[in-house]
C-alpha cells in the first residue's frame, strides 16, 4: 500500500521574514490493486473513496455507483 500525506500550509511573518508552515490532515492511500482512499485526522473512524469522474452529468435521482 501507498500512503501520502495530505496537507494545508499557513503562511506567516517571523521577523520581517516569510514562512511557511505546513499541517498534516490526512493520508491519500493506494491499495495494491489501485484502489484510493482518504483519511482525514477531523474523522478518525471514517475512510473516503477516490473514484474516477465520469464525463455525463449524475442527478440525485441516479445515485452514486
Excluded at 39 to 55: A, D, Q, R, T
Aim: glycine share 6%; proline share 2%; charged share 30%.
Amino acid at each position: 500500500m501507498e500512503m501520502k500525506n495530505i496537507c494545508s500550509k499557513k503562511e506567516y511573518n517571523a521577523n520581517g521574514e516569510k514562512k511557511v508552515k505546513w499541517f498534516q490532515i490526512g493520508t491519500l492511500n493506494t491499495n495494491n490493486d489501485g484502489k484510493q482512499f482518504v483519511n482525514l485526522n477531523m474523522f478518525p473512524n471514517e475512510s473516503f473513496y477516490v473514484f474516477e469522474n465520469k464525463k455525463e452529468k449524475q442527478t440525485e435521482k441516479e445515485g452514486w455507483e
